[in-house]
């Protein structure tokens, strides 16, 4: 995936300066690395590295968090094991309902 980085119109900042501009409150410098080399709920921060040193923007930390947010949002759990106790209470309304159904 290409990133989606325009350094003409965006503001750009060291990474090391980024924490300070995620919306939720400053994480910690090794938690924004990780946002942009591993990523977290499918998205990874962009950045670029210019002169030996890794860059990202304002911009690239609002999309980054509106990925994260759109993809948590839609998670869906998983859905936990039915008790014996709930499994033969839906054999016994569906024999029912097959008995009524004259099936």
Not at 15 to 38: C, D
Not at 50 to 63: K, L, S
Not at 69 to 88: C, D, V
Request: positive net charge.
């Amino acid at each position: 995936m290409q990133n989606a980085i325009d350094l003409t119109s965006e503001t750009v900042i060291p990474i090391s300066q980024a924490p300070k501009y995620y919306p939720y409150g400053r994480p910690n410098l090794s938690t924004v690395y990780r946002h942009f080399r591993s990523g977290c709920r499918g998205a990874r921060l962009e950045s670029f590295v210019a002169g030996g040193r890794r860059f990202t923007t304002v911009e690239a930390i609002g999309r980054f968090v509106e990925r994260t947010t759109a993809n948590s949002a839609g998670a869906t759990l998983q859905p936990s094991r039915a008790t014996s106790r709930q499994r033969e209470a839906e054999i016994r309304k569906a024999e029912r309902e097959w008995t009524e159904a004259g099936l």
